[in-house]
């Protein structure tokens, strides 16, 4: 939108082969995450052959997208979002990214920098505009108070809650299967 003004808007995909062009397809989706699977589907009904393997670059990364390839018997080569940045010193050591903690899957916690244990407390279900359900695991640490590493830990300097009152918490997305 600009200026107030809904501006007609098109996204326009197309399939490569061997340097030729084999499919094309226009829509008013706003994002390649949710045009890759219409994109396949259409491909798939009006093709006599099916692509195996399905390269696309980090745009097309998404949980439901990697599903419907699995699900179909194809390969996904997607570019994760985050690759460039999880490359670098500071991404690989940034103490709250979950990534970064060790995890005990005994207990299916994270154990944090100051030795506290980041728990599991529950799982909960979004439906995305494309009408997929999501399942996210959502993690917290019940002991945050006098942490010397909480400033570097917790990000978020517009959350309203005082730093001396929050908790490390994030969600984690679950891969589905069927």
């Not at 052959?49 to 996904?76: M, P, W």
């Not at 979002?81 to 990214?97: A, L, M």
């Not at 005990?104 to 980041?118: M, S």
């Not at 945050?144 to 730093?163: L, Q, V």
């Amino acid at each position: 939108m600009l200026n107030g003004q809904l501006k007609p808007a098109y996204n326009l995909q197309n399939g490569v082969d061997s340097e030729y062009i084999t499919w094309l397809d226009v829509s008013q989706r706003p994002s390649d995450t949710r045009t890759l699977i219409p994109f396949l589907k259409y491909m798939k009904d009006h093709l006599s052959f099916r692509y195996r393997d399905i390269v696309t670059d980090a745009g097309y990364e998404s949980e439901e997208n990697y599903l419907y390839l699995y699900e179909s018997g194809q390969t996904a080569f997607i570019k994760p979002n985050n690759y460039e940045k999880s490359k670098t010193r500071k991404y690989r050591n940034d103490i709250g990214r979950m990534e970064n903690m060790t995890y005990d899957g005994e207990k299916d916690c994270y154990i944090c920098h100051n030795g506290q244990e980041v728990l599991w407390k529950y799982d909960k279900r979004t439906k995305t505009d494309t009408g997929y359900i999501r399942i996210t695991s959502v993690y917290r640490c019940e002991e945050c108070s006098g942490c010397p590493y909480k400033t570097e830990c917790i990000k978020g300097n517009n959350c309203r809650t005082p730093m001396e009152e929050r908790r490390k918490t994030w969600t984690l997305y679950l891969p589905q299967s069927g």
